[in-house]
């Protein structure tokens, strides 16, 4: 926006009545626009792939559990759903 300021300064003739504030806040929405979508684009592929891992590392582990059938399963299941979440968790705030 600095540039786009300094371009318009540069461009002002004094006679003429321009007022580039108008065009100066099209380009502010569009640039937060856009800002906005790369990062919801990025948000959106970091959730898949950190679901991705998530769904990989259970899946093994849960269907082991699910086969033998103990008392315990589904606190197990619990277990082990916690600590690969908190290990996602520390990857993406890393």
Not at 29 to 49: F, Q, T
Request: charged letters at 25%; one cysteine or more.
């Amino acid at each position: 926006m600095l540039e786009f300021d300094k371009g318009c300064a540069d461009a002002v003739v004094i006679q003429a009545s321009w007022d580039a504030s108008r065009v100066r806040e099209k380009l502010q929405r569009d640039i937060d626009a856009h800002a906005s979508s790369v990062c919801s684009a990025k948000l959106s592929e970091l959730n898949v792939n950190y679901e991705q891992q998530l769904s990989a590392s259970l899946t093994g582990p849960v269907k082991t559990l699910l086969e033998t059938g103990g008392k315990d399963t589904w606190a197990s299941i619990r277990k082990l759903l916690n600590r690969e979440t908190e290990v996602v968790i520390s990857e993406f705030s890393t």
